[in-house]
Structure formats: C-alpha cells, structure tokens
C-alpha cells in the first residue's frame, strides 16, 4: 500500500486553514484543483470566446469517463444534470407511470427523493412509505411492502439524517427478482464510500457533485444502466439529445442511444470540468485510500463518541456506516454543542434534532482529539 503524505493532501483544501470542518454531508469545501480549473475555463472564455470548444467537449468526456470508473459504470450511462430532483423528474416523466402504479420510499429520506416522486399522485400514482426504526430501514419491512402495483423502489444509498448505509445490495436483489427498477439517492455515498452499480442491482443513481466528490455546486450526475436507456421516453428533447446533432439541414428525431441525450441542448462546461478536476484529484490518491481513510476518521470518532455515553443514531455496525455520525448527548441539547464547537470554529451541523458529523479522508487524528477537547 502507497503511503499518503497527509500534510500534501492538505495543502489541496485551504479550509484546513480557517476551521475545523466537519460538515461533508453538506456541502464539502472545494479543493485548490477545482477553483483553479473553473478560473481557467473563465479565464480561456474570456481571452477566446469558444475557439477552444472542442477542447471544453473533450474535458467533459474525460470527466463522464472518470466518473464511470468511480461506480463501475459506462460513460454511455453516464448523464451531467443540475440536481437529484431533476434526475428524478427524468425518470417519472420517461417512465411513463401508469394509475395505480406505487413508489415505495422511506419515511426518512432527504425531500429531494420525496417530492418530485409525490408531483407524480395528481396522476393517480401512489407513494408509500417503508417506516425506518431508529433510523435504520430493514429490507425485509420494504420487502414487505411490495405488491403487485409497485414500479419502482427509491431510496438512498446512506440516509442523511442518521447516516445509516442501507442494505441497497439485499433491495437490488429483491428488485431483480420482483421486476421492480431500483432508484438509488447515492448522494451521501459516493465518494465516501465504494460503489458498484452492476453490483447494486441499481437502474438509476444520481449523485450531486458537491458533496462527498468535492465538485462544485449546481453539478450531478445521473447513472441510467444502459439497456433501459431505450425505456425512458424522457419529453424534453434539444438538438443535443439527437445523433445528428450537428446537422443543419436534415432534421431526424433519432435520439441517441445513450445517457447523454437526457442532458438538455447546452453542457456546464465550467461546472463539470471543474468536477473533473476533482475526481482527477481523487484518483491521483487513490479513491479506495479516500474511503479507508475516511472509514477510520469515522470510526475514531464513532468510538469515542460511544465511550462518552453519546446516544448514536442509525448505524450499529461498521459495515452500516458511511462518512455520517448523528448523535444526541444525555445532558447538553444539539444547539448548546454546535454553540460550543463553533466557538472553537470546528463546524459541524444539526439534522432533525441530532447532531451530525461528517469528517473526510484528509482530516488528522489532531483535529479529531481537537474536537474531542471542545465536547463534553
């Protein structure tokens, strides 16, 4: 195993600067790299206009292709979007879903995988909500709740509020098995840790890049497996979502057969080659040594947590964690606690009455004992 220079790594996130930052499963600080490539696309705008486009095309391929091998997919199924809700909206309005038909979902899942799936009822479509218990969602309860009407499961990677990694692996099977497509929210996820799609059993994941891949804000990706692509009628076509797309005279409605048509008429070049530079980031250390070294920052902090008499909430084991911490301490309330770290500048958050923490890979066991120096 290649040892990492942590104190290298550092110097690619100036926020270790200024704070103690542990609050990942918002929005994660954006690395030196992605700033610098961003300024360099305005910059090249600026001085030439479009004159460098194809280039712009080709960093944006090589950006769908890092992406790809990050979960284990093809850059064919591979869509750039703005949002979860609008990877959701795609599939609801390609979809096609007929009355009577049911989405079933968690009772704890972040709004974004709720309410584009609930614009669906005026349509007679019926969501139904699989009860999570302490925050942690058993696959035999959605099992359960499975019958004859169910078109699709949504759900999410790793829960925000508790962080508990669901068992998306048992859902993917059930789905396959039943014939039901599998919606995966990867958003408090990827990044942290590994994920597989083929793996998964998964028909459609979306991810914000801002998060957990250190992307910048206003980019997400859409994983749609590429021998549904054909499925999904989604309505909004643009020149772009053709195979002829730069013709001028012959106009055929031939649709690509691939992601990418789903992506609308003009690309975000600034967002997603700014993404790029973040996932070329990532490979450069290694994206399996990101996750093992998250994975012990969470563990170092989940143990001590647990040694103090904190309540935890959500996950039980190892295996059930991702890069999420949410807690309750017996005697001081969630504000009384953020009140106190953000004294000290140490910035974490509150989700749904707890106390959430969210390190990543390039904090040190200083900052950690830091942390523990200002909790009670």
Known sequence: MVKVDLAEIRKHFPITNNHKFFNHAS??????????????????????????????????????????RLINAEPEEIAFIKSTSQAISIICKGMKFRKGEKILTADVEFPANIYPWMAMTPKGVEIKFVGARDGRIDPKDIEKSIDAKTKIIALSLVEYGSGFRNYVEEVGDICRKKGIFFYLDGIQGVGAIPVDVKKFNVDFMSVAASKWLFGPHGVAVLYIRKDIIDEIGYEEVSWRSVIE???????????????????????????????????????????????RMLAKNVDLIFEELKRRRYLIFGPVSSSERAGIISVTHPEYSCEELVARLLSENIIVSIRNNHLRISPHFYQTEEEIDFLFEVLP
């Open 245 to 291: 797309e730069e013709s001028r005279k012959n106009f055929r409605m031939d649709t690509k057969a691939f992601a990418r048509k789903f992506e609308g008429d003009n690309a975000n070049f600034a967002g997603i080659i700014g993404f790029g530079a973040a996932l070329k980031l990532r490979e450069s250390i290694g994206n399996g040594t990101i996750c």
């Open 27 to 68: 929005i994660s600080p954006m690395p030196t790299d992605v700033a610098d490539a961003i300024r360099e696309f305005n910059e090249d705008i600026m001085h030439h206009g479009n004159m460098h486009e194809r280039r712009w095309i080709r960093q944006v391929e090589k950006t769908r292709e890092m992406y790809a």
